[in-house]
């Protein structure tokens, strides 16, 4: 079925395929948020277009729902940065978002953008502060929250990534794989209802991107993730969503889709 | 010493020759002299930037500030084992407009001053106004009076503002070390202002090249800055420094005597080479002698006049920049 | 290339090294603005100005030579002081003969020289003693602290961060310009002087754009993190009781200086 519905190339619900039930999976200690049964996010019916004419999104649908980690994969212009910039407004034509129940519009850009924790492919990019903490603390500090929040909240960020020692380091001194994690960790101290990870395994050595894995595992969140990486893809998500020419192409549990070679050598993946 | 701070050192500290002024070679007047009019500017390069672009234009400033610090360092060589490389005042006006140009070439003194003692902390307001805000002003404004002419037009015109805008630097800094009775006029303003002429012909090049690339890839940035209100103030501003530079430099260098005799009976000389407490000339505070304790106060009052004149002249700016925006 | 070495921070536990940076910033330009403040020729004055340097770098850790080492960084700029020596009206101390001019260094001349040079080199030991016992984030909040625009903070906020990652992409674009040249760079280089100053100017374009296309992303980073126009930063230096003690002795040390530094040439 799964097959079948991925060579019509025109899902219009993410549901029409198989969901994965929320409950399935780990979700620590957070529950069903505020007892609100909208999903975490909801993406309908999305279209964009670069200024120069150039289609990046055309009518996307997409569903993730509390807890869930969901994988984002496809060859490079398949539109999947495009989508993640969406997520919090910093990109909008037409077709609507909701965050959390929360439509994103042009009004509540500072709510949505502290419950989508959008974390950039480029740690440099992310992390333009000159320490750590500064880094880290930026997002608490422009929600208005008081000293001592921020500073509470930026202790439990870093543990979280396990990196509570590295509070006043430089960012430049830092590996790329330490880098990677205190790009979460800049937006755990938001405390997101969503983390929206771009390519965090890209360019780290084996080992550090082992540590990353088994990081981003423990991390009792939501996540929706673009990657290339596969292996990472099989190992830690039960959700698989394939976009090629920006659009939605497959999506559904992860051992399913690949299992289908055809499907993935189609769209320029290769399985594990 | 790591690869990279080797490398600055190379690059910045010994082949540009003299414009970072070090501490203890201006008077303390000149310093606060410069110190004012370097504030003057850029409190209203401040007031300015916080219009609607600013919230896009601050990381954008700060990235660029890095830029030009790197920028600084990728040298050619010239002959005999010098090298030429980039100031970048001229780039950075024309292609980030006036008032940003003057906050990242600020930023990047401070840091070189700061960080490498590249410059001194004191004086700072002398290389700021020497490096930072002359050489946006003449870069711009000239660059301005051929908006919207040909491409080969206008990169000409950069070329010559750019080496017009390290000369500029030379004579000022050349000036305030003479006024500060740290050198002599005749020998000082012709080797500075002769090496900068040669060293501005590859501030030239480069800032043309660099132009012409941007130009070519991503015409859009300059064309954002070459439509900013206030466009003839900046030709005018440009023009007038632009003919201070070209008519003072060669009368400073074949003529210094006669500079010399203008300033000594303008009384420049005088103070100059006296320290600062004998600004107040003929001062006795009341109910003191002339002794040590008393020249420091009036130096004292002195520092406090030129602080204050300068907050009240920041203060009296702000209102019509507030009226106009 | 990892740059720790970038910095010229050197790691300590010291008094110097916990003093509030504002604190530090504004003892150092006091001190330098009182070395530029003794007349010329007061050499007890400046002496003791020297002990004040070796005292800070031996209490901060450092050791007595620390600041020698990089002390001489201003003295090419000396050569333009030189003049001096030989223009100021004063008893002829010597004289050359070069063609036809007549070069006479006077007392007066040679005092005043040699004090620029002393003012010069302790004012910068001091510099380098700032930056060897404040890392620089923390140098950029005592300039908050100070009042400096918030503008101009957060752009050497940021110029700080991408100084090293926008040095090392010029370096790489060195490295490969050097590996496709024929000849040696040293050696001449190819081409002739403007085709070379055009090679640098492409580089330097490049660079700039992307420069200009990174701080779109960083822009975007910021906006994800709810920035809006108003840039927030938590400046964690307070002000202790040490460190207005610390303060208020420095300054009664150095208006000490001013009045040897005026007495004895009395």
Known sequence: MNLRVSIMNEIQEPTTVAQVSPTTHFHGDNGDRGGNSAPTLLVKNLSYSYPDGHVALQDVSLQVNNGQKVALVGPNGAGKSTLLLHLNGILSDRGQVQVAGMPVTKSNLSVVRSKVGLVFQNPDDQLFSPTVFEDVAFGPLHMGMSKDEVHKRVARALAQVGMSDYANRLSYHLSVGEKKRIAIATVLSMDPEILVLDEPSAGLDPRARRALITQLRQLPVTMLTSTHDMRMVSELFSRMVIMDKGRIVADGPTQQLMEDVALLERHGLERP | ?325 | MHANTFDRYQAGEGLIHSLAPQVKVVLTVLFILSNVLLPDGAWLALSLAWCLVLLTSTLAGLGIGYTLKRSFVALPFALAAVTVAFNLPGQPLVKWNIGPWQLVATDAGVIRFASIVVRTWLSVQMAILLTATTRFPDLIHALNHLHIPQLLVAIISFMYRYLFILTDEAMRLMRAREARSARPMAGGGGGSVAWRARVSGNMIGQLFLRSYERSDRVYNAMLARGYSGQFLTISPHQMHTKDWAIGATAIIIMLLLQVIGRLTLQ
């Open chain 2, 1 to 325: 010493m790591s690869y990279v701070s080797r490398a600055y050192i190379s690059a910045g500290a010994t082949d540009s020759p003299a414009l970072h002024i070090p501490d203890g070679f201006l008077s303390v007047w000149m310093a606060l002299l410069c110190w004012a009019a370097a504030v003057l500017l850029l409190a209203i390069a401040v007031r300015r930037s916080r219009g609607e672009l600013v919230e896009r234009q601050i990381p954008l400033m700060g990235v660029m500030a890095a830029f030009i610090f790197a920028a600084q360092m990728i040298n050619f060589p010239v002959a005999g084992g010098t090298s030429g490389h980039l100031l970048g005042g001229a780039l950075a006006a024309i292609a980030l407009g006036p008032w940003a140009g003057m906050l990242v070439m600020t930023s990047v003194i401070g840091v070189q001053a700061l960080l490498f003692q590249d410059g001194g902390l004191v004086v700072m307001g002398a290389n700021i106004l020497n490096m930072g805000l002359l050489t946006t002003l003449i870069g711009y404004g000239l660059f301005q009076t051929v908006a919207g002419q040909r491409r080969e037009v206008r990169l000409a015109v950069a070329g010559i503002a750019a080496w017009l805008s390290v000369i500029a630097g030379a004579l000022a800094t050349s000036l305030q070390l003479w006024l500060s009775g740290t050198t002599a006029l005749r020998i000082v303003v012709p080797a500075m202002v002769g090496i900068h002429a040669l060293i501005g012909i590859g501030e030239a090049l480069i800032t043309v090249a660099a132009l012409a690339f941007i130009l070519q890839t991503r015409p859009d940035i300059l064309e954002v800055h070459s439509q900013t209100r206030g466009g003839r103030g900046w030709v005018i501003a440009g023009a007038i420094m632009a003919l201070v530079v070209v008519l003072l430099a060669p009368l400073a260098s074949a003529n210094p005597d006669g500079l010399e005799r203008v300033a000594m009976d303008l009384g420049f000389i005088q103070q100059g080479m006296a320290s600062p407490y004998q600004i107040l000339p003929d001062y006795t505070l009341p109910l003191m002698n002339e002794t040590a304790l008393s020249t420091i106060l009036a130096g004292a009052i002195g520092v406090m006049v030129v602080a204050g004149l300068t907050v009240m002249v920041v203060r009296l700016l702000r209102r019509p920049a507030r009226a106009t925006s």
